[in-house]
């Protein structure tokens, strides 16, 4: 593993970077010497709070920008705020999600556009928008994808087509804007419950079809995110599953 000056000079955008494993990855890659160009829609207090945190331990290494991503029209926004606080775009964090119920029988257009629009839509256009930046830099795309994108949760059928539709597209990216972007994926498993909770036998049950028995943390799918960013130069088209053994022991 490279020092913690290894993305000394890099831009990092992350979508949804306020709290949760998106404050998490941009902690990470700060801490590696990145400047982040922190995206929020509804977090504005948690993305002054981070912001501030990034900029005392380096001055002017954070800057937050609030934006609905769902207005694919305003995506390239994002990226020249980028360019303007920093100079250039070296990693795009595809993170920003929504993830609720859609049970058969009460899927509705409206919660349909937004889990497609958020999970799949967002990622694609934002990619396609920040791919001139990415090409000068050869930079990375990095998606947040979900393990069950191979493996459907019940009651959530149109997250996890969503997701699928986010891993077939970070690998479809991949060959699209290869050699001078890598682009990968992150398929987290049981790393934070839900902001609304849920029930706590379910909960005890995801953690035993773990294989390590425990839930993970968002610095786990922190370090990976370093990994991909400064570790592997020769990876792209890969979605690494960061579960615990989740999706082995099904």
Request: charged fraction near 20%.
């Amino acid at each position: 593993m490279q020092g913690h000056d290894s993305l000394a000079g890099k831009t990092v955008l992350i979508t949804g970077g306020a709290k949760r494993v998106g404050a998490a990855i941009a902690r990470e890659l700060h801490e590696a010497g990145a400047n982040i160009a922190l995206h929020f829609r509804n977090s504005a207090s948690e993305a002054a709070q981070l912001s501030t945190e990034l900029n005392e331990k380096r001055a002017k290494s954070a800057a937050t920008i609030r934006a609905d991503l769902l207005d694919v029209s305003r995506l390239g926004a994002l990226v020249e705020f980028a360019l303007r606080h920093f100079g250039s775009l070296d990693v795009l964090v595809n993170n920003a999600s929504t993830f609720y119920e859609t049970k058969l029988g009460e899927i509705t257009s409206e919660k349909f556009d937004d889990l497609i629009g958020t999970n799949l839509k967002v990622p694609t256009f934002l990619s396609q928008a920040a791919a001139p930046a990415l090409r000068q830099s050869r930079g990375l795309i990095l998606n947040i994808v979900d393990i069950h994108a191979q493996r459907p949760l019940r009651n959530y059928p149109v997250y996890v087509a969503a997701k699928a539709g986010l891993h077939m597209m970070t690998r479809a990216l991949a060959k699209e804007l290869g050699p001078e972007i890598r682009v990968n994926g992150i398929a987290p498993g049981p790393i934070l419950w839900p902001e609304t909770g849920g029930d706590d036998t379910k909960k005890a049950a995801i953690i035993e079809a773990t294989l390590l028995k425990r839930l993970g943390d968002p610095a786990d799918i922190a370090r990976t995110a370093r990994f991909f960013a400064v570790d592997a130069p020769f990876i792209t088209g890969q979605i690494l599953a960061v579960d615990g053994g989740r999706s082995v022991a099904w």
